[in-house]
Structures are given as structure tokens and as C-alpha cells.
């Protein structure tokens, strides 16, 4: 077999083979620090990405070993059964999640470790009183943005509500509690008040000073509550809360109907037994409805987050949707009553006798200025819930809508002769009242014995 032989001959280098070689090797090294250049490059434009992304989101403690997951099916970290969240809360800690409310938003200073929410007025907390983490859902999926864990404890945090201001709003509901229930007191010992229209004056003030012996006891007590202690409450107030505007509505309603449908006449007991499925079956309707979007999943929209940062509604969405929107309506409602009303007790009412016509015109005032109490009071409330709520002057209409035990007292008690002379006639626990209080003119009470007496006298005639 024949075999092929390579012989490899080295040529002699000419003057152009060495000026070709160098030109090769100055290639080679400009080519070698290009991409040496262009490494470099992309590592420092990476550095930058990390730093600004640092710079966004701070340096934040995680809650939970590993994968940093807290799974709120479980009520513990994914994955880590054993783990404690890791921040040390002397009374109790809520959460701050921007993926169900835009106000729960942050960001964390990278020097300081200080998170700041983003709503006004911004909520601080010292690096060692929060953590943050993501939350696994009870169908798997991940919230895309971190929450906090955050501490509730006034010591630490810092607002514009200081813990004195909670101390003398808790101290307004006390004693408006304390007034409503002389109300009740009142109520009860004059018969001459219990009629209709006093029967529901008496549920919405009953309803009013529940929700307030509750709301005092939230605003001291919630940062210790449990989780099941915080969600129960919050559906109790809530309830009574809601029951005390729906009676309210009632009021006003009767005031519509003795008036505007003054012919129409519906026995007493009747039209309490309505009263009350209206007045109590509304606010349990509600009542249920919350209740069951409660165990929706976490992430749903419409549930009203109960427990999840206060004993209360979590964001503005919940509020609006289970709250604010139905008081704003049934407040309108009352508004609509009394224009109408009180057009047609000055302007259009021409089949009433001049008694009866007074009577009435009374009775409207009165429960004109109670609506204006529960009503306007409210109305500032919501607006103060809309714009900034830090100025000193929405601090005085939330000290007067904490108040507002103490001026329907006021209204319906001290200043209605109807009131006084029932007291005086009365006598409670054997205390006598002031002469002077039966003294002086009751457009009520004179105004429907006018009536009365010209009607016998009518069927005398007859």
C-alpha cells in the first residue's frame, strides 16, 4: 500500500510577512481590550440596574426563612411550619399590602432602613419594627409586590394621629354613649314620648350607643386583640354602626309620610312591625353579604379585609363599597324627605289645620336638626376621608361627631318641653324636677290637643 507523505517546507520571511504579523498582533490586542472594554461595560451598567433597583426597594428584612412566602391559608411561612415572623412586636403588628390598596404603598430608605408609606399622612417605622415578605394565596398564586409586616404600636410609629388623640376621641365616645343612654332613660319613663316616631328615635339612639361603646373599646384595645377577637368586633360595630342610620332613615320617613300622605292612615303596631324589618333587616343584609365575601379568596376585591391592617376596613375600595357608600345614600335619602317635607309644611300644604300645621312644622324642625347632627357630622367625615385628613380643622368635626351623643340629648331631652314636662309629670325614682320645666309654650303637645279638641267638638256637633 502506498503511503502518502506531507513535508512541511518553512519559507523564509520577506519584509511584507513581517509587517503582516504586526499588523495581526495590533488587531488582536485592540480586539482583546474591546471586549475586555465592553465586559467591563456591561457589568457597571448591571451595578447600576442592582443599585437603583436597591435605591427603590431598600434593604428590608424578610419575614420568613427561604423563599421568603407567607402563606395565608396556613397563617404561616410556605414551607417552614416552625418559623416565626421575623419581627419582634411588643403589643401586635398588622399588614401593609399596596396589591389590594394604593395606600398601603412604601418605599425603604437603602441608609436608614426607615419605611415610609406613601398616603398622607405617610406612616414611618424604625428598620427593627417591620419585615417584608410575599403572600401565597389559598389557590397558589403570589402576590408580584412585597408586603410589610409592620408593628402596631404607638411608641414606634409615627402619624399625624398621636395616641392622645385616640385617647380623647375613645373619651367623646364614652360619654356620648353615657348620653344616649339618659336618652333611652328618658324615653322609657314618659310614655308620652313613646309613640311611633319615639319608638324609632329610641332603636336608632340604642343602635348609636352600641356602635360607640364599641368603637371607644377599638380605638384603645384593638392593637391587643387576636385575629378572630379584631374580625368579630369589627362585624359588631359595623352592624350597630349601620343600624343607626338605617333607623334614622325610618325617622325621616315618617316625617315624609305623616305629611306628604297624611290621608293614608296605617295602624301603629302595623307600621312598627315594618319599621323594624326594615331597620334591622337592612343592616343584616349587610351584615351577611360582608360575612360571606369574608371567606372569599384573599386577594378578591370586594371582600371588606376585616383584620387585615386595623379592626376595620383595609382600603378605601372596601369602605366605599360596604360603608361610605351606603350611609352616603341612605343620607341623601333624608335630605330628599325634609326639602320635600319642609316645602310642603311652608309653601304647599294647604288642607291642615292651623294646629295640626304647627305641630307638624315643629316636629319637622326637630328631627331636622337631628338629621343635621347625625347627617352633617357624617358628611364631614367622608370628606374627610376623601382629601387629607391631618388639618387641625377636620381633628374638631371628628371631636363633634364623637359628640354627638351629647347633642342629641340636647335636642331631644333639655330643649323639648315635650321632654321636660313628661319628667316633671313622672317624677323618675322619685327625684322632683324643677317646676319651671312644665312652664312655657309645647307647639307639640298643644298643637295635637287643639286638634283633638276641635275634632270632639266636631262629632259633638254631628
Same mark, same amino acid.
Given at each position: 500500500?502506498?503511503?502518502?507523505?506531507?513535508?512541511?517546507?518553512?519559507?523564509?520571511?520577506?519584509?511584507?510577512?513581517?509587517?503582516?504579523?504586526?499588523?495581526?498582533?495590533?488587531?488582536?490586542?485592540?480586539?482583546?481590550?474591546?471586549?475586555?472594554?465592553?465586559?467591563?461595560?456591561?457589568?457597571?451598567?448591571?451595578?447600576?440596574?442592582?443599585?437603583?433597583?436597591?435605591?427603590?426597594?431598600?434593604?428590608?428584612?424578610?419575614?420568613?426563612?427561604?423563599?421568603?412566602?407567607?402563606?395565608?391559608?396556613?397563617?404561616?411561612?410556605?414551607? !417552614?411550619?416552625?418559623?416565626?415572623?421575623?419581627?419582634?412586636?411588643?403589643?401586635?403588628?398588622?399588614?401593609?399590602?399596596?396589591?389590594?390598596?394604593?395606600?398601603?404603598?412604601?418605599?425603604?430608605?437603602?441608609?436608614?432602613?426607615?419605611?415610609?408609606?406613601?398616603?398622607?399622612?405617610?406612616?414611618?417605622?424604625?428598620?427593627?419594627?417591620?419585615?417584608?415578605?410575599?403572600?401565597?394565596?389559598?389557590?397558589?398564586?403570589?402576590?408580584?409586590?412585597?408586603?410589610?409586616?409592620?408593628?402596631?404600636?404607638?411608641?414606634?410609629?409615627?402619624?399625624?394621629?398621636?395616641?392622645?388623640?385616640?385617647?380623647?376621641?375613645?373619651?367623646?365616645?364614652?360619654?356620648?354613649?353615657?348620653?344616649?343612654?339618659?336618652?333611652?332613660?328618658?324615653?322609657?319613663?314618659?310614655?308620652?314620648?313613646?309613640?311611633?316616631?319615639?319608638?324609632?328615635?329610641?332603636?336608632?339612639?340604642?343602635?348609636?350607643?352600641?356602635?360607640?361603646?364599641?368603637?371607644?373599646?377599638?380605638?384603645?384595645?384593638?392593637?391587643?386583640?387576636?385575629?378572630?377577637?379584631?374580625?368579630?368586633?369589627?362585624?359588631?360595630?359595623?352592624?350597630?354602626?349601620?343600624?343607626?342610620?338605617?333607623?334614622? #332613615?325610618?325617622?325621616?320617613? $315618617?316625617?315624609?309620610?305623616?305629611?306628604?300622605?297624611?290621608?293614608?292612615?296605617?295602624?301603629? #303596631?302595623?307600621?312598627?312591625?315594618?319599621?323594624?324589618? !326594615?331597620?334591622?333587616?337592612?343592616?343584616?343584609?349587610?351584615?351577611?353579604?360582608?360575612?360571606?365575601?369574608?371567606?372569599?379568596?384573599?386577594? $378578591?376585591?370586594?371582600?371588606?379585609?376585616?383584620?387585615?391592617?386595623?379592626?376595620?376596613?383595609?382600603?378605601?375600595?372596601?369602605?366605599?363599597?360596604?360603608?361610605?357608600?351606603?350611609?352616603?345614600?341612605?343620607?341623601?335619602?333624608?335630605?330628599?324627605?325634609?326639602?320635600?317635607?319642609?316645602?310642603?309644611?311652608?309653601?304647599?300644604?294647604?288642607?291642615?289645620?292651623?294646629?295640626?300645621?304647627?305641630?307638624?312644622?315643629?316636629?319637622?324642625?326637630?328631627?331636622?336638626?337631628?338629621?343635621?347632627?347625625?347627617?352633617?357630622?357624617?358628611?364631614?367625615?367622608?370628606?374627610?376621608?376623601?382629601?387629607?385628613?391631618?388639618?387641625?380643622?377636620?381633628?374638631?368635626?371628628?371631636?363633634? $361627631?364623637?359628640?354627638?351623643?351629647?347633642?342629641?340629648?340636647?335636642?331631644?331631652?333639655?330643649?323639648?318641653?315635650?321632654?321636660?314636662?313628661?319628667?316633671?309629670?313622672?317624677?323618675?325614682?322619685?327625684? $322632683?324636677?324643677?317646676?319651671?320645666?312644665?312652664?312655657?309654650?309645647?307647639?307639640?303637645?298643644?298643637?295635637?290637643?287643639?286638634?283633638?279638641?276641635?275634632?270632639?267638638?266636631?262629632?259633638?256637633?254631628?
Amino acid at each position: 500500500r502506498t503511503r502518502r507523505h506531507f513535508v512541511l517546507v518553512k519559507r523564509q520571511q520577506g519584509p511584507h510577512d513581517t509587517r503582516l504579523s504586526s499588523v495581526v498582533a495590533e488587531l488582536n490586542k485592540r480586539s482583546r481590550i474591546c471586549a475586555l472594554f465592553n465586559l467591563t461595560a456591561k457589568m457597571i451598567i448591571r451595578c447600576w440596574v442592582v443599585l437603583g433597583l436597591l435605591v427603590a426597594v431598600g434593604c428590608s428584612k424578610p419575614c420568613c426563612p427561604g423563599h421568603n412566602l407567607f402563606s395565608i391559608e396556613e397563617k404561616q411561612c410556605d414551607g !417552614y411550619p416552625e418559623a416565626v415572623i421575623q419581627v419582634n412586636c411588643t403589643d401586635s403588628f398588622f399588614m401593609l399590602d399596596p396589591n389590594l390598596a394604593k395606600e398601603d404603598a412604601f418605599t425603604i430608605n437603602p441608609q436608614t432602613g426607615v419605611l415610609e408609606t406613601n398616603n398622607k399622612p405617610p406612616l414611618l417605622l424604625q428598620s427593627e419594627d417591620y419585615c417584608t415578605t410575599r403572600i401565597v394565596y389559598e389557590d397558589g398564586t403570589i402576590t408580584v409586590q412585597d408586603i410589610a409586616v409592620a408593628c402596631f404600636s404607638d411608641d414606634k410609629s409615627s402619624t399625624s394621629e398621636p395616641f392622645y388623640r385616640f385617647v380623647l376621641y375613645s373619651t367623646c365616645l364614652v360619654i356620648s354613649a353615657v348620653f344616649l343612654l339618659i336618652t333611652l332613660i328618658v324615653y322609657l319613663l314618659v310614655p308620652e314620648l313613646r309613640d311611633l316616631q319615639g319608638k324609632c328615635l329610641m332603636f336608632s339612639m340604642l343602635s348609636l350607643c352600641i356602635a360607640y361603646i364599641s368603637l371607644a373599646v377599638l380605638q384603645l384595645h384593638s392593637t391587643t386583640f387576636n385575629s378572630n377577637t379584631c374580625v368579630s368586633s369589627a362585624f359588631f360595630t359595623y352592624f350597630w354602626t349601620l343600624a343607626a342610620f338605617f333607623w334614622l #332613615n325610618i325617622v325621616s320617613y $315618617n316625617v315624609w309620610r305623616s305629611v306628604i300622605f297624611h290621608q293614608f292612615r296605617v295602624p301603629d #303596631n302595623q307600621m312598627f312591625l315594618w319599621c323594624c324589618v !326594615y331597620g334591622w333587616g337592612g343592616p343584616l343584609l349587610f351584615q351577611i353579604v360582608a360575612l360571606a365575601s369574608h371567606h372569599l379568596p384573599e386577594h $378578591n376585591l370586594i371582600r371588606p379585609n376585616f383584620g387585615v391592617s386595623t379592626c376595620w376596613f383595609h382600603g378605601p375600595a372596601e369602605k366605599w363599597t360596604y360603608f361610605y357608600g351606603p350611609v352616603a345614600v341612605l343620607l341623601i335619602c333624608n335630605f330628599v324627605f325634609f326639602v320635600w317635607t319642609a316645602w310642603c309644611l311652608w309653601k304647599g300644604c294647604k288642607d291642615q289645620s292651623a294646629p295640626k300645621l304647627r305641630c307638624l312644622r315643629y316636629k319637622c324642625l326637630l328631627y331636622l336638626k337631628l338629621f343635621l347632627v347625625m347627617g352633617i357630622t357624617w358628611i364631614f367625615e367622608l370628606m374627610s376621608f376623601i382629601v387629607d385628613s391631618s388639618s387641625g380643622f377636620w381633628f374638631v368635626t371628628d371631636l363633634l $361627631n364623637c359628640l354627638q351623643g351629647l347633642i342629641i340629648f340636647l335636642i331631644l331631652v333639655v330643649f323639648r318641653k315635650k321632654a321636660l314636662r313628661g319628667l316633671v309629670k313622672r317624677r323618675p325614682f322619685g327625684f $322632683n324636677c324643677p317646676k319651671k320645666w312644665a312652664t312655657g309654650v309645647d307647639e307639640e303637645s298643644e298643637g295635637m290637643l287643639a286638634e283633638e279638641e276641635e275634632l270632639s267638638q266636631t262629632q259633638i256637633r254631628t
